[in-house]
Nanobody
Framework: QVQLVESGGGLVQAGGSLRLSCAAS????????MGWFRQAPGKEREFVAV????????YYADSVKGRFTVSRDNAKNTVYLQMNSLKPEDTAVYYC??????????????WGQGTQVTVSS
């Protein structure tokens, strides 16, 4: 079993930055890929980014490519999402997720509770 807890959300002006963190429990953290998703009000949840178990490979949704960076620290059981040049359309609840069968945007079995990111114009 893996438990995930996100933090770092908040209110920021357009063009600003935030760094989200996702702390994981469980000894399997370092062997799983970790992903970030978001869900805006009235919209479906969408994939944002994923990082492989070692941190050597990442993949991003086109909407955030070049602005967001995913990273991880396996010694701290934590994955990060650095968000720069934020836009109002980035406003959403952000979730981290993981699982043993992750392939980019699919295969996630464990989810955090989410953290709100609000970008004002």
């Amino acid at each position: 079993q893996v438990q995930l807890v996100e933090s770092g959300g908040g209110l920021v002006q357009a063009g600003g930055s935030l760094r989200l963190s996702c702390a994981a429990s469980g000894r399997t953290f370092s062997s799983y890929a970790m992903g970030w998703f978001r869900q805006a009000p009235g919209k479906e949840r969408e994939f944002v980014a994923v990082i492989n178990w070692s941190g050597s490979s990442t993949y991003y949704a086109d909407s955030v490519k070049g602005r967001f960076t995913v990273s991880r620290d396996n010694a701290k059981n934590t994955v990060y999402l650095q968000m720069n040049s934020l836009k109002p359309e980035d406003t959403a609840v952000y979730y981290c997720a993981t699982g043993p069968r992750v392939t980019r945007s699919r295969g996630y079995d464990y989810w955090g509770q989410g953290t709100q990111v609000t970008v004002s114009s």
